[in-house]
């Protein structure tokens, strides 16, 4: 059974950083690229950042303006989203996704909720 | 960044009525990378459609999409009490992916 578990969340004040993980398991993560996708509290998905199955090719939009950094260890399949000066307009529920063969966001995990207030 | 624009954005249909969404997309969708997600309250999203008109794995077959270009369908043939969520459009046809607002799918 596929599954993908976030941790990481928190409470965390304006400026400040957050790593979150995301743990997979039924399938092995070297084959896959993943990504983070973000939805604020009643609001809509947005696609956050997604890197690619070794790690060589990474994106994300632009609106994050370079404060948000993903990166893997496919040893250990973990997936990591490192998350600095972070903004109250940040306060989301973090998903990790896979992208499947031939698909896109095949599986999700249930998400990590961040919330940056001071 | 490409953006996705949804439509309607909210929608109230009897069951068994026919439903149709619209995602129209500001510029080309490469290869028609165009793929559509369900989202009930409390769950992450679900995959309906991929390629602008593959069905998903396990995805009931009232559910068809079509497109191509910019103008993509999300189609459902006939309303079930299920299907009330919030849909949501997607390209994954350039390196930074995109996802439209969403629609809001009610039930008369």
């Known amino acids: 059974e596929v599954r993908l578990v976030e941790s990481g969340g928190g409470l965390v004040k304006p400026g400040g950083s957050l790593r979150l993980s995301c743990v997979v398991s039924?399938?092995?993560?070297?084959?896959?690229?993943m990504h983070w996708v973000r939805q604020a509290p009643g609001k809509g998905l947005e696609w956050v950042s997604s890197i690619s199955s070794r790690g060589n090719y990474i994106y994300a939009t632009a609106s994050l303006k370079g404060r948000f950094t993903v990166s893997r260890d496919n040893a250990n399949n973990s997936l990591y989203l490192d998350m600095h000066s972070l903004r109250d307009d940040d306060t989301a529920r973090y998903f990790c996704a896979r992208h499947g063969w031939g698909t896109t966001l095949d599986f999700w995990g249930q998400g990590a909720l961040v919330t940056v207030s001071s | 960044e490409t953006i996705l624009t949804q439509s309607p954005g909210t929608l109230s249909v009897s069951p068994g009525e026919r439903v149709t969404l619209s995602c129209r997309a500001s510029e080309r969708i490469s290869n028609d990378f165009v793929a559509w997600f369900q989202q009930k309250p409390g769950h992450p999203p679900r995959l309906l459609i991929y390629g602008a008109s593959s069905r998903a794995t396990g995805i009931p077959d009232r559910f068809s999409a079509s497109g191509s270009v910019t103008d993509f369908t999300l189609t459902i043939s006939a309303m079930q009490p299920e299907d009330v969520a919030v849909y949501y459009c997607h390209q994954y046809g350039s390196a930074v992916n995109t996802f439209g607002q969403g629609t809001r799918l009610e039930i008369k």
């Open positions: 039924g399938f092995t993560l070297g084959d896959h690229t």
